[in-house]
């Protein structure tokens, strides 16, 4: 068994064996002059994988998706978002910061937003207001505890979105593990949006990085922005290597993430305190209500601690996120944890 199972998220992975030898045999040359083969490789995999034109590689989810805003908008517009997603919470206000744009936030059915909501929210141009220009997705939805956001929900607001000549970027750190845990290919989800982006670092198990992907002439735009924001990098080949090991290889073991947290939630959720659907958890996040007579979110979660068990506490109460770091035995170990501290 690992010393500690640590479910805090599914980025505190460490690179594999044959992902460090890669790193250390990695063909490099400085990219921002475009001499680096390893991060041309992975950009034009991922770019096929999703069915883009054409995509580029970003030190971290977060530059991808103030790229994606920065493209597809100009100063005075206004971006349709979803009120949990990550980009209106938890990116530090970059719409404001460097877009300069304001966000109009829709709430949700478990990360779904409405179309007909959608559309009654894109504003006619007037002088008055701000003119609608961006449409923000995310899938699976990360504070939705991992839901998986319909192809047909996708495929409705893009329709309106062309209907009214704007665009959707889809927030997809997660979007492969949407694709396993729906069986819908990664290119039918991609094709809903006209750009995405996606994280290297999490369930995929590489150290550094994110792609974004989108048509060429966006690609090139967020190039230029990628290096305006302080993202161009050098002899980057050595981490893009893992990059592409990682969507070659670490893509169909996600089912054993989404087996385990589903394993976790049934063994958990009628617990005293507990409060969780299993039902609701789809892929690698479980996200639980805890309200209990003797103990607090905190109190649970050191006493977890000291079973070597990492947790994190979020707004809704607890959160857990399986990841190549955990196996079997970390399951066990802490359907056992918690049946020791909630049964006593
Ligand atoms: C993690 C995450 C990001 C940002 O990725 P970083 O690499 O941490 O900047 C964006 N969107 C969602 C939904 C995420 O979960």
Not at 121 to 148: D, M, Y
Not at 184 to 207: H, I, N, Q, T, W
Not at 235 to 243: E, S
Request: hydrophobic content about 40%; glycine content about 8%; overall charge neutral.
């Amino acid at each position: 068994m690992n010393p500690i199972s640590d479910f805090r998220s599914d980025t505190v992975t460490k690179p594999t064996s044959e992902m460090r030898r890669a790193m250390a045999e990695a063909e490099v040359g400085d990219d921002v002059l475009g001499d680096d083969l390893t991060v041309q490789k992975l950009e034009s995999l991922a770019a096929d994988t999703l069915g883009k034109k054409a995509a580029l590689y970003v030190p971290s989810g977060t530059m991808g998706n103030s790229i994606a805003i920065k493209a597809w908008t100009r100063e005075l517009d206004e971006v349709i978002i979803e009120a949990r997603s990550h980009i209106y919470n938890m990116e530090s206000t970059h719409m404001t910061f460097i877009s300069r744009v304001s966000p109009r936030v829709l709430t949700s059915h478990r990360g779904a937003m409405d179309p007909g909501e959608v559309e009654n929210n894109i504003k006619k141009p007037s002088v008055h207001l701000p003119r609608t220009s961006l449409i923000c997705i995310e899938n699976t939805h990360n504070n939705w505890g991992g839901a998986v956001i319909p192809l047909e929900n996708m495929r409705s607001i893009k329709a309106i979105a062309e209907k009214h000549g704007i665009h959707v970027h889809l927030d997809g750190a997660r979007l492969f593990n949407a694709s396993v845990a729906s069986g819908v290919p990664v290119k039918e989800y991609a094709r809903m949006s006209d750009s995405v982006m996606f994280c290297l670092s999490k369930g995929l198990s590489a150290p550094i990085g994110s792609i974004l992907a989108g048509p060429q002439d966006f690609i090139d735009l967020g190039r230029r922005i990628r290096k305006a924001l302080g993202g161009g990098m050098r002899q980057v080949g050595v981490i893009a290597a893992p990059g592409i090991l990682a969507l070659q290889n670490m893509v169909s073991r996600l089912k054993e993430d989404h087996m385990r947290a589903k394993k976790l939630a049934l063994a958990i959720h009628k617990m005293p305190g507990i409060q969780l659907n299993p039902e609701f958890v789809e892929t690698d996040i479980i996200i639980f209500g805890f309200e209990h007579s003797d103990l607090a979110v905190p109190d649970l979660l050191n006493r977890l601690k000291q079973k070597g068990i990492l947790a994190l506490s979020v707004p809704q109460g607890v959160r857990m996120v399986t990841n190549r770091g955990i196996d079997d035995n970390d399951i066990e170990r802490t359907i056992n944890a918690f049946n020791n501290i909630l049964h006593s």
